[in-house]
């Protein structure tokens, strides 16, 4: 990869003056670069185009709620009033359980492929989990709705407010009402639909961890599980922590299979069995149905906050990911 | 003390790699789990009326969902004619042109764009196509779809492109082509095949959104002649169906929700076969 970058930097010798240009313009070498570097700038074009478009149709409710829309706790299209809290805390709510669950599911099952598993078995499951992440999120939504939110309502849910209901502290998480819909079926949903990034992710920064960081531990007398644990992860830390803001990013943004099982009702409230909505699903929802300019406002204004909630946790993660992979390079 | 120390660390060892075993036995088990569950209650209700038909009014049974599924295939096309080109080709700056600097600003908002989410996609399509013509189209959906085709078709083109040779390039260049001839007859043509199947992997993966759509081409219940009216599609059709309160809606969604998932696995499954003997490929 680093071989074929050199050679194009080189292949025309950097600079021989106007009429070196010439020529090279002559044979379509200029204008190759220049029509490919359009098609490039296109893509810069698109994404500053959506972050103008989504301000500049916001602006009614920016103006008129200012700052106090992240605090507004009212949903009201009937008087005109708008506020995202419940929304926002849906969002994180949903994906913080999805972690708590997919986290330590997918690390675990990352550190199987990566560390135990023989490699064609490794791979073979690896790429099944990538099948994983392609189901279409409108497929977990129907299997949300049909399978997940009945045996909410009917058996998870109850053994849940007979159980942890009633720790303290915790059990306030786990209180009826309890309708199958809500923050903690969406968050399993989500957790569902982000195990394989994680997973994905994982094992191949995993994979680039130096063997002689394995073998140095086990050696010194570590068993499998503490060379892995005490020194082959907290190696390869960065970049799991990357895969888990991506993953974290794709919670946040997800849609139409939260829409199905959230349950639509912009409250805030402790227990996770009770409905909730997020961001994205009340922008699925109403969007269409939005009738005042405001009403209209007011969502895309919420698909801004969205839109950056996203970028900052992709922008952090892409770093990450990047960050462990040249580390890996540089020790090994 | 010492030996209960030893056998306290040997346990933990067994009882942890066993608990990673079973974590990724899960992970895979719900794969299958979803494809049991949707050729169990897909399967059903698919006939061929289902491809043919149009759906029926509430109260009567039967139909199906044929303007919804060429209506995913028409939106299919508008993305790929809008979206592949621009990725094909800001691939080929990347790997073949790119400078240092221009390049990781285009490869990171590449990533950033790629993580947007569907939903605000959709919303930039309905500012950009809805809101000038003041209706729903086709057009407009495919447009959203393009917006999301061009992130993972320059990722991929560029990592196909990588992976030619540079003795090939040189080959080329010593002979006396220019660079632009290199590309477009030794390069593009080696790298070809992942190209492609990288572009088909692409179209594959905006096949199932559904939130993009939502607003831009909407929803339709009758057949949707040329481009501009709204028109149905598969995805779409499975969430309103599988949200309403009727019986034989909830067997349609799940036959539609048969039809999309297989249409997207065998994309996936013959592209990733393809590709995995071609060398690695990341699709994240």
């Not at chain 1, 997940?148 to 306030?172: D, E, F, K, M």
């Not at chain 2, 600097?101 to 990171?108: D, E, G, K, L, M």
């Not at chain 2, 061009?150 to 080959?171: D, H, K, N, Y």
């Not at chain 2, 594959?204 to 831009?216: H, I, K, Q, Y």
Request: charged residues 10%; proline residues 5%; glycine residues 10%.
């Amino acid at each position: 990869m680093a071989s074929s970058a050199t050679i194009d930097n080189h292949a025309v010798p950097p600079d021989a003056g106007l009429r070196a240009f010439a020529r090279r313009f002559r044979h379509g070498d200029e204008v190759a670069h220049i029509i490919t570097l359009i098609f490039g700038a296109v893509i810069l074009l698109i994404t500053s185009l959506i972050v103008y478009e989504l301000w500049i149709n916001s602006h009614l409710s920016r103006a008129k709620f200012g700052l106090s829309f992240f605090w507004g706790r009212q949903w009201d299209p009937v008087f005109d009033n708008y506020g995202a809290a419940p929304f926002i805390y849906g969002t994180l709510v949903t994906s913080a359980v999805a972690l708590i669950i997919a986290v330590p599911l997918g690390l675990a099952g990352a550190i199987f492929l990566a560390e135990l598993a023989p490699r064609k078995l490794s791979d073979s499951v690896a790429f099944l989990i990538d099948l994983l992440a392609a189901v279409p999120s409108v497929i977990y939504g129907v299997l949300g709705i049909f399978v997940l939110v009945p045996l909410v309502r009917t058996v998870i849910g109850p053994a849940l407010i007979h159980s942890v209901g009633y720790l303290p502290y915790v059990g306030r998480l786990f209180q009826p009402p309890n309708y199958g819909v809500g923050f903690f079926t969406a968050g399993l949903v989500l957790s569902i639909m982000i195990v394989p990034f994680i997973i994905s992710v994982s094992r191949e920064v995993l994979l680039t961890v130096p063997r002689e960081q394995r073998e140095a531990a086990l050696a010194l007398g570590a068993t499998r599980w503490e060379s892995t644990w005490k020194v082959v992860v907290p190696w390869a830390r960065t970049g799991i922590m990357g895969s888990i803001f991506l993953a974290l990013a794709r919670a946040l943004g997800e849609t139409m299979a939260v829409a199905m099982v959230i349950g639509n009702d912009p409250k805030i409230v402790t227990s996770l069995l009770a409905p909730g909505h997020t961001i994205a699903a009340v922008i699925a929802n109403e969007f269409t149905e939005a009738t005042g300019d405001l009403y209209l406002s007011a969502l895309i204004e919420l698909g801004l906050v969205l839109f950056f909630m996203t970028f900052i946790l992709n922008g952090l993660a892409r770093i990450l990911i990047v960050a462990t992979e040249r580390g890996g390079g540089h020790h090994s | 003390m010492s030996n209960l120390r030893l056998a306290w660390r040997k346990g933990l060892n067994i009882v942890m790699l066993s608990l990673t075993g079973v974590a990724a036995f899960l992970v895979v088990a719900v794969l299958f789990l979803i494809l049991g569950f949707l050729i169990y209650n897909g399967a059903k209700s698919l006939n061929w009326a289902f491809f043919t038909q149009l759906p029926k009014p509430v109260g009567e049974t039967g139909g199906g969902m044929g303007n919804a599924i060429v209506g995913s295939l028409k939106l299919l096309l508008l993305a790929a004619v809008m979206g592949l080109p621009v990725g094909l080709m800001a691939g080929v700056y990347l790997a073949e042109f790119g400078g240092k600097t221009f390049s990781f600003v285009i490869r990171y908002t590449t990533d950033l764009l790629n993580g947007v989410p569907s939903i605000v996609i959709g919303i930039f399509a309905f500012a950009v196509a809805v809101v000038p013509v003041k209706h729903f189209s086709t057009l407009a959906g495919g447009l959203a779809l393009g917006f999301m085709v061009i992130p993972i078709t320059v990722r991929s083109t560029e990592e196909f492109l990588r992976a030619v040779p540079g003795s090939l390039r040189e080959g080329a260049m010593a002979l006396g082509a220019s660079k632009w001839r290199t590309i477009a007859t030794v390069v593009l043509p080696a790298a070809g095949g992942g190209i492609l199947t990288g572009m088909l992997l692409s179209l594959a993966r905006v096949a199932g959104e559904t939130a993009p759509l939502l607003f831009s081409a909407f929803s339709n219940t009758y057949w949707s002649p040329g481009w501009g009216q709204p028109t149905a599609s598969l995805p779409v059709m499975i969430y309103r169906y599988a949200l309403s309160p009727y019986d034989d809606w909830h067997r349609q969604a799940w036959a539609g929700g048969l039809v999309l998932l297989s249409l997207v696995l065998i994309a996936n499954l013959g592209c990733r076969l393809i590709l995995n003997r071609r060398g690695s490929f990341r699709s994240v």
